[in-house]
């Protein structure tokens, strides 16, 4: 079994302590994001765990709790969001200094094949064009060189509630470009020059959940959950089908998430996971870090 912690909401960030405190209870609750009654109970024993994906964009406060995992025997690895985005799509976000240097220093803690960097997603607008997104991923690109080997790119999705989202909080000025409504050369600069710029920093850039054949530019398919990855940086083999719970182009293996949505305080803009800032801060006062579940007391 594989554990996802998580894509619903940033674990390492906001709920390092719960998950260490689960760990060691050896499972944990999981209501079902569509009928809060039905609860799954997850076991967490590292004889069924076979690896553990971090999703995050802040690993610093699970630092102290690495070794812990290590010596249960625990497989993990991590998917950090690094990006240099203005406050007005990331408006909590720290620095990209301390950002990198964060990544740095894990990397240091597990080693770079462990370490996976996601410039995702990309909003191309009026305030973040083609040009800027290039200057940001070639700094990023060349202060990581050696740190990682793999970089995920995609564009941002443009979901209803995300577009309401703009909508309510962005000035009218404010274009975003829904690039999946046109063709894709439409972006052969920017992709040809990511692609360009990763290999010159002796990293591989992959794709995830796009429709868009890549391989032209230089970028190859890829998932954020990866067997093929899994085996080549953990020897270990996983069931590699695709997990028919994730989006249509979403490649992933399938995994068991214990996350739990509305519930990250980062406030990104263009988020799918949280409906609303307002209501992610009202769930986090119900965290209890002793409760079997994230928000709330449940248990199974």
Known sequence: MIISASRRTDIPAFYSQWFINRIKAGYCAVPNPFNYKAISRISLSPEDVEIIVFWTRNPKPLFKSLNLLNQAGFKYYFNYTLMDNPKLFDPTLTNLSHKLDAFKKLSDKIGPGKVVWRYDPIILSNIIPTKMHIKAYEKIAQSLRGYTYHSIISFVDLYKKVKNRFRSEF??????????????????????????????????????????????????????????????????????????????????????????????????????????????????????????????????
């Open 171 to 300: 000035k009218e000025d404010i274009r975003i470009d829904n690039v999946h409504e046109k063709p894709i050369d439409t972006y052969t600069l920017l992709l040809s020059q990511l692609s360009q710029i990763a290999h010159d920093n002796t990293i591989e850039i992959y794709t995830c959940s796009e429709p868009f054949d890549l391989k032209p530019y230089g970028v190859k398919p890829g998932k954020c959950i990866d067997g093929n990855y899994i085996k080549k940086f953990f020897g270990i083999e996983v069931d590699d089908r695709k997990d028919p719970h994730q989006r249509k182009f979403c490649g992933c293996a399938k995994s068991k998430d214990i996350g739990i949505y509305d519930t990250c305080l980062f406030g990104c803009r263009y988020c799918y996971a949280t409906h609303s800032l307002t209501k992610a801060k009202k769930n986090y006062k119900t965290h209890d870090p002793d409760s079997p579940s994230l928000i709330g007391w449940y248990d199974a």
